[in-house]
């Protein structure tokens, strides 16, 4: 139905924000852009192309002073904005916590590490997608509480970079028992290490590579 919608509006950018029937602005997949962007602008530079380079660093710039605007102080990570009410989505998931990926405010990123920390005393694997604490906690329900590797990868590398090297590293440490315990699944139950999804992931896969560069 989206995609018959948008085609409707000829794909065109400046009309499909506004009409789109998903009205989130969601902290992780922006976390990603910024990324995306900030290290398009280094790559660029390395190979001398001054004006992508210049223009992925402004994106990456206005991204991040934008992301400030998802911040919760209660909740010491980001949160979804609900673009219709104009008021943050008072559901602190994972996708609040991977902003870590970018290069987010140093206090932001020792908020971020604390709350990851939280999370593990509540959770034998880290980091789950949802507080175990909250009503809506459901270990087994996709986004809801399992654990994602490739999410665990992005937190874990933004955190090292951050400079919060024992936390990253307890992430991959968690991640790698999963690994150990119950194989390449496509994620896992917090609580328990139970493999869920997919039996044989390869993005799960190409994570454990990743995290065995940095042990």
Known sequence: ?????????GWDNARLHGASPFQIVDPGFNAILIRASADLADLAETLGDTGIAKANRARAKKGLAAMERLWSEAHGQYLCLDRITGELVDSASVG??????????????AAIAARVERLAGKARHIVPSHDPDDPRFDAKRYWRGPVWLVVNYMIADGLL????????KRITQSSLDLITESGFAEYYDPLTGEPLGGGRFTWTAAMVIEFLRGV
């Open 1 to 9: 139905m989206a995609g018959q919608h948008f085609r409707g509006l």
């Open 161 to 168: 970079a951050a400079g919060h090297a024992e936390v990253a």
């Open 96 to 109: 609040g916590i991977l902003p870590a990926f970018a290069s987010i405010p140093k206090a932001r990123a």
